[in-house]
């Protein structure tokens, strides 16, 4: 449940283009509002030691390919919008979402 907290602002901002422009604000106001929701509700209590074990950062077409054929819709979206933020924490945390989320086939 808490990839929601990165994807559906991403799925937010890419529709602003085809809103009228008085719909942007709220927009973004109720993308913020349901990510904090989501992470106040299923976030932990603290923040997680990183793991030593986590996948380095990889290349973006490889991260791309590998959600693809993982096929879970979550972890594509989640892969899609850590491409999009493109640094190396969200592309390791892609990564290991591929690693950790059941394949759809």
Do not use: C
């Not at 054929?69 to 924490?89: E, N, P, R, S, Y």
């Amino acid at each position: 449940m808490l990839v929601h907290a990165a994807t559906a602002p991403n799925a937010v901002l890419r529709t602003l283009p085809a809103l009228p422009d008085t719909l942007w604000v709220p927009s973004l106001h109720a993308a913020w509002a349901a990510s904090a929701a989501v992470t106040s509700a299923y976030g932990p209590r603290e923040a997680l030691p990183v793991a030593e074990h986590l996948t380095a950062p990889q290349e973006a077409e490889e991260l791309f390919v590998r959600a693809a054929a993982h096929g879970d819709d979550h972890t594509i979206k989640f892969t899609d919008t850590a491409l999009d933020v493109g640094d190396a924490a969200a592309l390791t945390a892609a990564g290991r979402a591929i690693e950790l989320n059941t394949p759809a086939w």
